[in-house]
């Protein structure tokens, strides 16, 4: 891998070059450009062989404490950017750059954001996990470190190769695994369950559901217009005092609610006139009688 461009030719900018990969490289390389351009020192004392540097960030307008030990080269800063990101804050780097330092110390960053974080990978009995955090107790562990390896040096000696290499590879390591197991049945769904809970589940069903309960309205469906047209035309008709014609429908509901009466005809007046004449008539005997 080529280095990146460099902004300055101070040795701790290389060295954090060689040291981080390319995509934390980039933030380690902000961080540094701020540190020679954007930091003063607003105080300094001495406390239990630590040194406190108030230093005041012009782009944040805030002071940072930093806490620098230089017998073991540790250090802290209040903006806390290491512990959240693994990367040496600016306030840090300048404290670095003003003691003279050339090399970022290893407590200042973290593994797993350096080139080598992948190399040299040793393993104990949970898993694969990189290099000093295994503690090797047996000669077990020891083995499976080695194991391990031989594994990964493997892995990279097939990238490239033919196809099969990798398939012998893999029908080698599956006749070691056969080898090593003994011959089981398959399990059940049930009892993959049962062993990915950590205990058997129980057939009895203690817990009933609840009671369905119906509030208004409920269990009603709302009807189509296509069924409420032949819900209507079920029903008997009636007639309209409106329009005056048998339907489903009546004076409030009438689609024609300004229908005016057809006119009677004069015969028909006349014969109400002689009626009325014939009631008065009536009625006038009647009254005489009685006299």
Not at 269 to 291: A, H, K
């Amino acid at each position: 891998q080529s280095t990146p461009q460099l902004f300055s030719k101070f040795a701790l900018e290389s060295d954090g070059a060689r040291l981080f990969t390319y995509a934390v490289f980039d933030e380690f390389q902000e961080e540094y450009k701020c540190s020679t351009n954007t930091l003063t020192s607003r105080g300094f004392s001495e406390s239990n062989n630590m040194e406190l540097n108030t230093v005041k960030d012009a782009l944040r307008n805030r002071n940072f404490i930093v806490q620098y030990n230089p017998g073991t080269l540790e250090s802290s800063c209040t903006c806390k950017l290491f512990e959240r990101r693994g990367v040496p804050c600016r306030h840090i780097l300048w404290i670095y750059l003003g003691n003279g330092l050339d090399k970022i110390p290893e407590s200042s960053f973290a593994k797993r954001w350096t080139k080598d974080a992948l190399r040299d990978i040793k393993s104990n009995h949970k898993g694969c996990v990189g290099v000093g955090d295994v503690d090797i107790i047996d000669k077990k562990q020891i083995e499976m470190t080695k194991l391990w390896s031989e594994v990964h040096e493997t892995m990279g000696v097939l990238i490239g190769r033919e196809k099969e290499h990798v398939e012998d590879l893999c029908k080698l390591i599956k006749e070691f695994r056969e080898k090593l197991l003994p011959s089981v049945p398959p399990m059940t769904k049930h009892q993959e369950l049962e062993e990915l809970l950590g205990c058997a589940t129980n057939n009895e069903i203690t817990i009933l559901p609840p009671k369905i309960s119906k509030n208004k309205g409920s269990g009603k469906r709302m009807l189509s217009n296509k069924a409420k047209a032949v819900a209507c035309a079920s029903k008997p008709k009636r007639m309209c005092n409106n329009c005056k014609q048998m339907a489903h429908h009546d004076k409030r509901n009438c689609p024609n609610p300004f229908v005016e009466r057809p006119p009677q005809n004069v015969d028909d007046e006349e014969e109400e006139e002689e009626e009325d004449e014939e009631e008065e008539e009536e009625e006038n005997e009647d009254d005489e009688l009685e006299d």
